[in-house]
């Protein structure tokens, strides 16, 4: 049975050590100037010595590509607006382009991350575990709220300053070695010390 092409970006499974996900995460700012739409599954970095006037980072979309940094995927949208209006409203399931709003960023670099691979020129083996890949940009879904990153599959290699390292296949019922496959990744250990000697 193929696998079934449903991209969402990076989604948070477990933890390194095997412990179940909790769902933690931090809060961070998207600016009104920032005028792209971002979704859940989008991996964001921190703009450098940026923050709102609470004192609270802020983020912008990654960069696909190698020595790209990454913090860690949107994992909620923060509702914008007045709270009084949120009982009346119903708020997109994605953040909007040109609004100041807050995002929940899952940002613990001992975080294991489910993500389809894109298969362009070739599926990734089995034997792909251990090595690293980047990520590739694609188009959220206004109606899910999910992202369309992917992992790269044709930037497989050695070097550890691809964005990804592959830890293992998704085993479960619906996923097989192949076409649209999922893997669990994290994020490259050395994307966060770009971060960190960044002063981010």
Not at 153 to 158: I, K, M
Not at 181 to 188: F, G, T
Request: aromatic residues 8%; without cysteine; hydrophobic residues 45%.
């Amino acid at each position: 049975m193929a696998n079934a092409n449903i991209a969402r970006g990076l989604i948070p499974y477990k933890y390194d050590s095997g412990a179940p996900y909790n769902g933690a995460g931090n809060v961070y700012f998207v600016p009104a100037t920032n005028a792209s739409n971002l979704f859940i599954g989008d991996p964001v970095v921190t703009v450098t010595a940026t923050s709102d006037g609470n004192g609270i980072p802020v983020v912008a979309i990654a960069s696909a590509g190698a020595s790209n940094p990454v913090l860690g995927p949107i994992i909620s949208i923060v509702p914008a607006g007045d709270p009084q209006v949120a009982v009346t409203r119903d708020f997109p399931v994605y953040r909007q382009a040109s609004i100041g709003q807050y995002v929940i960023v899952a940002d613990d670099p001992t975080l294991l991350f489910m993500i389809q691979e894109d298969s362009v020129s070739g599926a990734l083996a089995a034997g792909a575990v251990g090595r690293n890949a980047n990520l590739v940009a694609g188009t959220g879904s206004t109606v899910t709220g999910y992202s369309g990153w992917m992992l790269q599959s044709s930037s497989l290699a050695t070097t550890n300053t691809l964005q990804l390292r592959i830890r293992r296949f998704l085993t479960e019922a619906d996923n097989a070695v192949g076409t649209n496959a999922k893997w669990l990744v994290k994020i490259n250990p050395a994307q966060h010390e770009l971060l960190s000697s960044s002063g981010i």
